[in-house]
Each structure stands twice: as C-alpha cells, then as structure tokens.
C-alpha cells in the first residue's frame, strides 16, 4: 500500500461509494434511485446488517449513459445485464477505491414495463442523505415493497428482510403497499414473499419465482424461464442460451479470464450436467407414479 491510500472503515467506504455514484449521475443529467444499505429508511434495517456494494435503479433509457460515466471514472465492468441473473436485472462494475457498483435497469418482480415502473418510482421519491451528500430514494413505502420483492428471490437467505418490514408496517401500511404492488404488476412476486404463490399458478412466472424463492435445478430454472417469456424471440433466444455457458459466472467460478479450452470444456460439459438433472427427476417421479 502505498503511504499516501488510507484505509476505510466499509462502512465510510460504502457511504461515499454512494455520494461518488450519486454526483456522477447528477453532473450527467442521469435519473437513479439508492435502492438497499444506507439508503433504506431506519425502520427496515436490521440491526448489524452491512451493505457491500452501492445498489442503484435507473431510469432505462439512462443506463448507457451511467455505465459510460462510471467506466470513465475508472470503475471496471465485472457482469453485463444478460449474464448477472435469471432476471438479467443489474450490471456489476467494481472500483479499486470505491468498490462494487450494482446498476439496475429494472427490479425483478416488476410486471409492468421498466421505464413505467422507474416512473412511478421516481414521482414518490423522495431524499436521504448520505456522506452529507443528498441523494434520491423510494418512498418509505416502496422501499418496503422493494425489500419484500428483493427477498422473495431467496426466501431463505431474505425471510429475516421480510419479517423486518413486515413487522414494521402498521395493517393500513400493509395494505398500502399490496396496493402499490398492484400498480407495478408485482403481485407474483409480492405473493412469493408471502408464502402465497399457490394463488397465482395460471400466471406465466409463476414457475420463475417458485425457483427463485425455494431454488430447483437447473433444469427447472430454465423450464421456468421459457415459461416466463411472453415473445416467441424471447423463447428462441432462452433455447439458444441454453447451449452456450455463461462466460462472465466461468470467470468468476475460476477467478480468471476463462481460456478458449475452459470454455469449451465447460460447454460440452453443459448436455451432461442437464442429463443427470432429468436422470435425477425422472427417479423423484417413479415412485409416485407406481402407488398411484
């Protein structure tokens, strides 16, 4: 380390890992929202919780111009939206100083398009501060509704999230923010939080957040996935990737830039892998079906 670097607490890196996102955003006339960690409201935090990385939602049309502004001052691109998450969500970037950037185009369990989720978002919005640096945040409301739906998609590592804001809302509170999920097409996933997914089997991602709130195989993940899509290019892209493995989760699984034979070797592993999933599913279900 060199004398003149100082060594911060995470928590103070974090904080101005905020402010630094925010003043960018702000001098490129880019719309975002703090989502998670410092940004949410004292009534849903839990008590000895840290954030790692400064979590930000964007208006759509104005995330090319924020990753551009972010790679200019130095932050390095880790995960695009296509390979961050079943829900291709967020786009990971990381800075030597500032650390790790994650830049939502949408928030999954929204059901409604992305620029009207961001603007609904953005018309209640309201300010935190954060570092001294005033920043742009949900509504308490919605920050609820965010944390519920952010916890759905891993009920077990999330269900302390949920039971926090749960707790903290008063019955109207509760109500209000059913009401607001509504709005935003987050029923689903709403219900997912809820332990109520049984409710919504007729609707076309309702496999998708079964995955994603109790897990599956991979094999379900994508039967999921194709169910979910709703365009006939959606489902044709799905069954192409289906073939091909994810290079930015290789790299992070080997801690390198993946060589043309790792790749490969990992891409003609892909069939086999799929193949003992449905050997495994297929034993689940003999049983059942010989006592029936």
Not at 5 to 33: M, Q, Y
């Amino acid at each position: 380390m060199h004398q003149s670097e100082i060594v911060l607490p995470a928590w103070a890196r974090l904080s101005l890992a905020h402010a630094v996102v925010e003043h960018l955003a702000r001098d490129a006339g880019v719309d975002l929202l703090h989502i998670k960690g410092p940004a949410t409201t004292a009534r849903f935090r839990l008590v000895g919780r840290t954030s790692s990385d400064v979590d930000v939602l964007v208006r759509p049309s104005h995330v090319p111009q924020l990753t551009s502004v972010l790679e200019a001052a130095e932050f390095e691109p880790r995960t695009g939206f296509e390979s961050g998450s079943i829900f291709r969500h967020a786009a990971n970037l990381h800075h030597r100083y500032w650390g790790w950037v994650d830049v939502h185009r949408l928030f999954p369990g929204f059901g409604v398009d992305a620029s009207v989720a961001f603007e609904q978002l953005w018309q209640r919005r309201c300010t935190a501060t954060i570092a001294a640096y005033d920043v742009q945040v949900p509504s308490v409301l919605d920050q609820a509704l965010l944390i519920l739906l952010h916890g759905a998609r891993d009920t077990a590592r999330g269900r302390a999230d949920i039971d926090r804001v749960r707790a903290a809302l008063t019955p109207v509170e509760l109500d209000e923010v059913a009401r607001l999920a509504r709005g935003l097409g987050a029923e689903v996933a709403l219900a997912a939080a809820s332990g109520d997914l049984h409710r919504f089997r007729d609707r076309a991602d309702h496999d998708l957040w079964v995955v994603a709130s109790e897990g599956g195989t991979r094999l379900q993940e994508w039967h999921a996935r194709f169910r979910a899509a709703t365009t006939l290019p959606e489902k044709a892209k799905l069954c192409g990737e289906v073939l091909l493995v994810n290079r930015d989760h290789l790299q992070m699984r080997l801690g390198h830039e993946p060589s043309r034979a790792e790749w490969l070797q990992a891409t003609v592993r892909r069939p086999m892998v799929a193949a003992r999933e449905i050997g495994v599913l297929l034993t689940r279900r003999l049983p059942r079906r010989r006592g029936r």
